[in-house]
């Protein structure tokens, strides 16, 4: 059983750029979710992709847009990088309607915007 | 609208000792509740969770307590370890099976 894997591991980007980051689910997860660490805080949730569709969305701004492909993988992206946007970007698959779900998580990508 | 409370940012505990992580939740329409452990440059890895119909759930070392009329839960490690040492999230699962989390509380266990 592999786990939920996301790439590239660290990230620069300057002010204004965009970004594509990208997580494979964990085998058998049909439910990819995304969500933003800054320093100190917990984990929010930006929005949450089923059946590659958009399943629910946190509290972000459009420049914040995500796919899910027909293997469950799925992508982040950010336009118009700003600094607040330096953070740990953690992507979970999940399985829907079982139980707890089953979260898990990948190791994130830190993503630092100069 | 902080939906998950963690209110204390550190804990500091004797090894062998009792850590008791708590917090509080706004939400009653919550489906379940889970704690997760993460240290730096790691995604959070799954700890132990409870359905909202229960009042209890233990897993070795690790036991969750949940009162539902107080909106409260919390995490019991008995006895502490060095090795537990890291950020604890407590989380929840909505209706729609989106995970909130909380703030986060660093455990610190002392030899």
């Known amino acids: 059983e592999t786990g939920v894997t996301q790439s590239p591991t660290h990230l620069i980007k300057t002010r204004g750029q965009q970004v594509t980051l990208r997580c494979s689910s964990q085998?058998?997860?049909?439910?990819v979710s995304w969500y933003q660490q800054a320093l100190g805080q917990g984990p929010q949730f930006i929005f949450q992709?089923?059946?590659?569709?958009?399943?629910g969305r946190g509290n972000f701004p459009p420049r914040f847009s995500g796919l899910q492909f027909p293997n469950y993988s799925s992508e982040l992206n950010v336009n118009a990088l700003e600094l607040d946007d330096s953070a740990l970007y953690l992507c979970?698959?999940?399985?829907?309607?079982?139980?707890?779900?089953?979260?898990?998580f990948g190791s994130g990508t830190r993503l630092t915007v100069v | 609208d902080q939906q998950v409370k963690q209110n204390s940012p550190s804990l500091s505990v004797q090894e062998g000792r009792i850590s008791i992580l708590n917090c509080d939740y706004t939400?009653?329409?919550?489906?379940?509740f889970l704690w997760y452990k993460k240290y730096p440059a790691e995604g959070p890895t799954f700890l132990i969770s409870?359905?909202?119909?229960?009042d209890k759930n233990e897993d070795g070392r690790f036991t969750v307590f949940l009162n539902k009329s107080a909106k409260h839960l919390s995490l019991h490690i008995v006895p502490s370890q060095p090795g537990d040492s890291a950020v604890y999230f407590c989380?929840?699962?909505?209706?729609?099976?989106?995970?909130?989390f909380g703030q986060g509380t660093e455990l610190s266990v002392k030899p």
């Open positions: 979970a698959s999940s399985l829907r309607g079982v139980g707890n779900y089953g979260y898990t």
């Open positions: 085998s058998g997860h049909n439910t």
């Open positions: 992709y089923y059946r590659e569709e958009e399943n």
């Open positions: 939400n009653s329409m919550f489906d379940y």
């Open positions: 409870i359905s909202s119909i229960k």
């Open positions: 989380a929840a699962i909505n209706q729609g099976g989106k995970l909130i």
